[in-house]
């Protein structure tokens, strides 16, 4: 018999969903994970953040051209399962270093990635059954020295949707023109009003070369006088990377507020 959510299904949405992996994410030892947070039945969301007994680390932040985050279902003779797998490459070599990314085989990791799509949060990892660390050291003369590294678990579920993660203090620019050399300072502003339903925004060949092929997309919107993060805006597009020209944000939130692309 296989395992149902809490929710069900419905119908799904229209148009070519927008998914570009993780923008950031931190880690801690699964051995200092308290216990995992409860599961509302009405969201199908966690209802607090997971607590530990330690501390996190991070962020890592992912490039504009990386998912850094993949997610696959499997099945076997004993039934549905998900493969998780983050990664990435950390730049340089020294004593300590080396000695810290040697003794990271011999624990296992949760992870809170933070979305491109959205800003939302995901949390990877159970007080059970933690992400195995891997690292492959390279040096060869024609490109910076490193380990290229992996976060991989085979679990029950797919990763879990983290409403907010206080960790993360990310907030909207006041008056951020993108201006700056560094591409992962700058950012597209698009105000929105309360009469708005929805906004559209063509996906040039410039904006992906200061964005990348997966920007983080973040809705903020006006609540008591404060700006907040959306959870879960519904954001498509009108097809896949890297043939993407256009992106459609549904504002079912209430305005004013504004859409940021970093």
Same mark, same amino acid.
């Given at each position: 018999?296989?395992?149902?959510?809490?929710?069900?299904?419905?119908?799904?949405?229209?148009?070519? /969903?927008?998914?570009g992996?993780?923008?950031?994410?931190? =880690?801690?030892?699964?051995?200092?994970?308290?216990?995992?947070?409860?599961? %509302?039945?009405?969201?199908? =969301?966690?209802?607090?953040?997971?607590?530990?007994s330690?501390?996190? $680390?991070?962020?890592?932040?992912?490039?504009? !051209?990386?998912?850094?985050?993949?997610?696959?279902?499997?099945?076997?003779?004993?039934?549905?399962?998900?493969?998780?797998k983050i990664?990435?490459?950390? @730049?340089?070599?020294n004593?300590?270093?080396?000695?810290?990314?040697?003794?990271?085989?011999?624990?296992e990791?949760?992870?809170?990635?933070?979305?491109?799509?959205?800003?939302?949060?995901?949390?990877?990892?159970? /007080? %059970?059954?933690?992400?195995?660390?891997?690292?492959?050291?390279?040096? %060869?003369?024609?490109?910076?020295?490193?380990?290229?590294?992996? $976060?991989?678990?085979?679990?029950?579920?797919?990763?879990?949707?983290?409403?907010?993660?206080?960790?993360?203090?990310?907030?909207? /620019?006041? !008056?951020?023109?993108?201006?700056?050399?560094?591409?992962?300072?700058?950012?597209? @502003?698009?105000?929105?009003?309360?009469?708005q339903?929805?906004?559209?925004?063509?996906?040039?060949?410039?904006?992906?070369?200061? =964005?990348?092929?997966?920007?983080?997309?973040?809705?903020?919107?006006?609540?008591?006088?404060?700006?907040?993060? =959306?959870p879960?805006?519904?954001?498509?597009? !009108?097809?896949?990377p890297?043939?993407?020209?256009?992106?459609?944000?549904?504002?079912?939130?209430?305005? /004013?507020? @504004?859409?940021?692309?970093?």
């Amino acid at each position: 018999m296989l395992q149902t959510g809490y929710k069900g299904f419905t119908t799904l949405a229209k148009g070519l /969903p927008y998914n570009g992996g993780f923008c950031k994410w931190y =880690y801690a030892d699964k051995a200092q994970l308290l216990h995992l947070p409860a599961i %509302d039945p009405f969201t199908q =969301y966690l209802k607090e953040e997971p607590p530990i007994s330690g501390s996190w $680390f991070g962020p890592v932040q992912v490039p504009n !051209d990386q998912l850094g985050f993949e997610e696959t279902p499997k099945r076997d003779s004993a039934g549905l399962y998900w493969q998780h797998k983050i990664t990435g490459f950390h @730049v340089g070599d020294n004593a300590a270093s080396r000695i810290n990314i040697e003794n990271m085989h011999f624990y296992e990791f949760i992870v809170v990635g933070k979305m491109r799509a959205g800003g939302m949060y995901l949390l990877i990892g159970t /007080p %059970d059954h933690g992400l195995q660390f891997d690292a492959a050291y390279s040096s %060869d003369g024609k490109k910076a020295a490193g380990n290229n590294f992996t $976060f991989t678990a085979n679990l029950l579920n797919k990763a879990f949707v983290l409403p907010a993660f206080s960790l993360d203090k990310t907030l909207p /620019p006041s !008056d951020d023109t993108g201006n700056s050399d560094n591409n992962m300072n700058k950012t597209l @502003v698009f105000p929105f009003d309360e009469t708005q339903t929805g906004l559209q925004v063509d996906w040039t060949a410039e904006n992906k070369a200061t =964005y990348g092929l997966y920007p983080l997309i973040e809705v903020w919107y006006s609540e008591a006088g404060e700006l907040r993060l =959306y959870p879960n805006p519904v954001i498509t597009v !009108d097809a896949f990377p890297p043939q993407t020209t256009k992106f459609t944000i549904t504002l079912n939130m209430p305005g /004013p507020g @504004v859409i940021i692309f970093k």
